[in-house]
């Protein structure tokens, strides 16, 4: 059986659109933005307010108090008290366990590798590139308003991922012990990395 592919990725990378394809060539289900409808529907916040708290760290302690005796996939009283952001990612986390329960798929950011740590079958891919592509890739797809910010946005949204990832894992997002591949897509272009992935997994599917 093919594995579960994490894909973490930097802002403007690519590594969106690397996990779509990788969704399509594969015919495995793909989970981005929809975890949060999944998310919302399963707690019945609005969707709107899930979006604005995604893959953002709380500013709170709450979550570090009860990380001690908390497993994933398990209920913890009280969590309608909790903050939003602590509450999306303990219910993105049961949803990311069910989803890989299933069978093979591919699931962007929000700490999956992690979350998955203990998943026998799992290919975890880091997707990154140099500032100078990052930011050709942002402005070629107009994700920020002001062109003359877009360093600076690329920047921001980075640091938000990995500060999101250190928070909910005591991890470092940038450790490349976390993942089994890296691609670097200034060098590879998306299909390259796509195929590279594939290969990966289908290798992995043959152990």
Known sequence: MLPVITISRQFGSGGHEV??????????????KALIAMAAKESGFSEEVFAAADEKAT?????????????FGSRIPGLNEMPINDKLFIIQADIIKKAAEQGPCVIIGRCADYILREHENCLNVFVHADKSARVKRVTEKQLCGEERKIPD?????????????NFYTNNRWDDLLNYDLT??????????????????????ELN
């Open 59 to 71: 500013s709170s302690l709450l979550y570090s108090m009860v990380m001690g005796s908390y497993a």
């Open 19 to 32: 996990g779509e394809k990788l969704s399509e060539q594969l015919g495995i289900p793909f989970y981005d």
């Open 153 to 165: 946005f690329v920047a921001k949204k980075d640091k938000q991922r990995a500060n999101y990832y």
């Open 183 to 204: 691609i670097d897509t200034s060098r590879f272009s998306i299909d390259m990395a796509v195929a590279l992935i594939i290969d990966a997994a289908k290798k992995l």
